[in-house]
């Protein structure tokens, strides 16, 4: 299974970005699918997941601001960003669980991960 993420970039507070991830691999649909992110000298932590049931799980920090869903037909999971702020700035890596059990928010609990894409949000 491999993840590509892209769609990050550089924008200003209150601006939108929407993240894709490409994943292959035909099991890989049934995954449970999230993103994580890195933010400059902190550690790794959950945004948004989302099960094959559609089902979406959100930080309280994005919630309200963020959006994931999939396209199956195109093997693409997506993060809408809106009204991006400064502290959204972060490394965006998507990732997928195919295991059963374990948390979605926990990212060792994840089997497989995308490269990271870098969104910067200036004030």
């Known amino acids: 299974v491999q993840l590509q993420a892209s769609g990050g970039g550089l924008v200003q507070a209150g601006a939108s970005l929407r993240l894709s991830c490409a994943y292959s691999g035909r099991t890989f649909g049934n995954a449970l699918k999230g993103w994580f992110r890195r933010a400059p000298g902190k550690e790794r932590e959950f945004v948004a997941a989302?099960?094959?049931?559609?089902?979406?799980y959100y930080a309280q920090s994005v919630k309200g601001r963020f959006t994931i869903s999939t396209d199956n037909a195109k093997n693409t999971v997506y993060l809408q960003m809106n009204n991006l702020k400064p502290e959204d700035t972060a490394v965006y890596y998507c990732a997928g669980r195919i295991r059963t059990g374990g948390d979605y928010y926990v990212s060792d609990h994840y089997d497989f991960w995308g490269q990271g894409t870098l969104v910067t949000v200036s004030s």
């Open positions: 989302i099960r094959a049931s559609n089902t979406p």
